[in-house]
């Protein structure tokens, strides 16, 4: 009975116990409970920063070299680090660098730039060294020719340098008539006398006249200063920067005076007729070959 009893009041007493220990853990004050420590919630991830790749040069690239396809390399660089002018990697950027020559010399590891796709700039032409002294006044190819002249053949001396004349001949024909027709046209003076500027002022007369031809029409002024009588004739500028030589049809005296022109004997041709063992014939035919007689 005694160990029953011992039994009951050790149960009872650890049942106290152990509400007692729950009553004051559970009546604990606020401030207490708000103390203990907290674990805190991890931080998000930050987005990654935005980024852009531009294209460099993976090998050294010679001026004027293509580009192969393996010389094309990227380099990543954040948003921020892009720089103006750099070009970008894209399939277009690609192609175009493809399509042409580098446009200077490009190290391994350089960034191409927007500039590289446009396209070269000629090269300067280095135009030759004009000469000096009185050549420098002539157009490329052109020759200096001087003519003599009088106050009748050079328009009373009102010819200055830069002015455009024609070249007229008179001479004699065969025919003993006087002719006269133009053999040059727009040809341009370079000089009166010796002198090189403009002196048109009508105080005086040249004795000779500095005109500037190509080869050809140079010959044909000499030939014509051995032919005839030359004369000069004042022609409006705008006719083009050439000289002309010019197939004039000549104009003759006759057409001033009116009368005919002599004709000249016609050609004529022997002909010898043999008819057996008679008398010989002889027969003077016109010579079909022959021109015919001037008008």
């Known amino acids: 009975m005694k160990r029953l009893l011992l039994v009951i009041v ?47 040069a993976r090998s050294s690239l010679a001026k004027g070299a293509a580009i192969p396809p393996e010389a094309l390399g990227r380099l990543t660089l954040a ?7 750099l070009l970008q990697d894209t399939p277009a950027n690609r192609q175009a660098l493809l399509a042409l020559a580098a446009p200077r010399d490009i190290p391994a ?13 000629p ?13 420098g006044l002539l157009g490329t190819g052109m020759r200096a020719i001087a003519v003599p002249v009088t106050a009748e053949t050079a328009v009373a001396g ?9 070249v007229m001949i008179s001479y004699d024909t065969r025919e003993g008539l006087r002719a006269v027709r133009t053999i040059l046209s727009n040809v341009r003076v370079i000089a009166r006398d010796r002198t090189t500027g403009n002196t048109s002022d009508g105080t005086g007369v040249p004795r000779t006249i500095t005109l500037e031809l190509d080869p050809e029409g140079a010959k044909i002024l000499a030939l014509a200063m051995q032919t005839g009588d030359l004369m000069l004739v004042l022609s409006a500028p705008g006719g083009g920067p050439l000289p002309l030589i010019i197939e004039d049809a000549p104009m003759l005296s006759s057409r ?3 009368g005919d022109a002599p004709r000249a004997a016609p050609a004529t041709t022997r002909v010898e007729v043999f008819r057996g063992n008679a008398t010989q014939r002889v027969l003077t035919l016109p010579d079909p070959t022959a021109p015919p007689a001037s008008q």
């Open 123 to 135: 090269e300067p032409v280095a135009e030759p060294p004009r000469p000096v002294g009185y050549a």
């Open 158 to 166: 009102l010819i200055s340098s830069g002015d455009r004349v024609d």
């Open 79 to 85: 948003d921020g680090q892009l720089q103006e002018g």
């Open 109 to 121: 590891g350089t960034t191409f730039i927007a500039a590289d796709l446009l396209p070269p700039a």
């Open 256 to 258: 001033l005076s009116g």
């Open 10 to 56: 050790t149960s009872l007493l650890a049942a106290l116990a152990v509400a007692w220990f729950s009553i004051s853990t559970n009546g604990a004050p606020i401030e207490a409970r708000a103390q203990a420590p907290v674990t805190p919630s991890p931080a998000p991830a930050p987005a990654p920063a935005p980024t852009v790749s531009v294209l460099t």
